[in-house]
């Protein structure tokens, strides 16, 4: 059975720093691209970016480049988001996908991850 | 950026209705179109993919069709179970782009 299994809530502060993860079973993980799609409180789905773990080639969304940093590690069929400096906006839930290529519709989604911001 | 436009924003129906949602591409796109279902406190299930193709396991009251620019998700007869927000996603081109939902509401 395919999964992406993501960690859990996290509450931070801004200008604190956090890695997501995003950990995929039942299927080869180095064979399929991994996405992240943000969804804000209350509001639609925004696309931020790909990593193709088998390489760690990576595309952003113009929105997100230089604001996050995917990478993967294959060794433990995991995929990370991460920020460098939270900042209040960031607040929102955080959805791992797979995709069959990089031209491919997403198929499997994460659970998701709530990241909330807090002073 | 592809701009992808959904509508309507939101809908009342009965169980049994016909439901229709749209999403017209600002370029074309080929059928490189899927659709989502949402309902809340959960995550996305793909519903469609390559515009019209049905994911396995979905119930087959849901279609997709179109080409270019503009792609419908028609639900045959509402269930009670489809009461949920859809999204239109195109993967033709970074960065990909989504629909801003549809808000299928019980009347």
């Known amino acids: 059975e395919v999964q992406l299994v993501q960690s859990g809530a996290e509450v931070k502060k801004p200008g604190e720093s956090l890695k997501i993860s995003c950990k995929g079973s039942g299927y080869s993980f180095t064979s399929y691209w991994i996405g992240w799609v943000r969804q804000m409180p209350g509001k639609g789905l925004e696309w931020m970016g790909i990593?193709?773990?088998?390489?760690?080639?990576?595309t952003y969304s113009p929105s997100f480049q230089g604001q996050v940093t995917i990478s993967a590690d294959k060794s433990i069929s995991t995929a990370y988001l991460q920020w460098s400096s939270l900042k209040a906006s960031d607040s929102a839930m955080y959805y791992c996908?797979?995709?069959?290529?990089?031209?491919?519709?997403?198929?499997?989604w994460g659970q998701g991850t709530l990241v909330t911001l807090s002073s | 950026d592809i701009q992808m436009t959904q509508s309507p924003s939101s809908l009342s129906a009965s169980v049994g209705d016909r439901v229709t949602i749209t999403c017209r591409a600002s370029q074309g796109i080929r059928n490189d179109l899927g659709w989502y279902q949402q309902k809340p406190g959960k995550a996305p299930k793909r519903l469609i993919y390559?515009?019209?193709s049905l994911q396995d396991g979905v119930p087959s009251r849901f279609s997709g069709s179109g080409s270019g620019t503009e792609f419908t998700l028609t639900i045959s007869s509402l269930q009670p179970e489809d009461f949920a927000t859809y999204y239109c996603?195109?993967?033709?081109?970074?960065?990909?782009?989504f629909g801003q939902g549809t808000k299928v509401e019980i009347k």
């Open positions: 990593i193709y773990p088998g390489d760690s080639d990576t």
């Open positions: 996908v797979r995709l069959f290529s990089i031209s491919s519709c997403p198929d499997y």
């Open positions: 390559a515009a019209s």
């Open positions: 996603l195109q993967h033709k081109s970074f960065p990909w782009t």
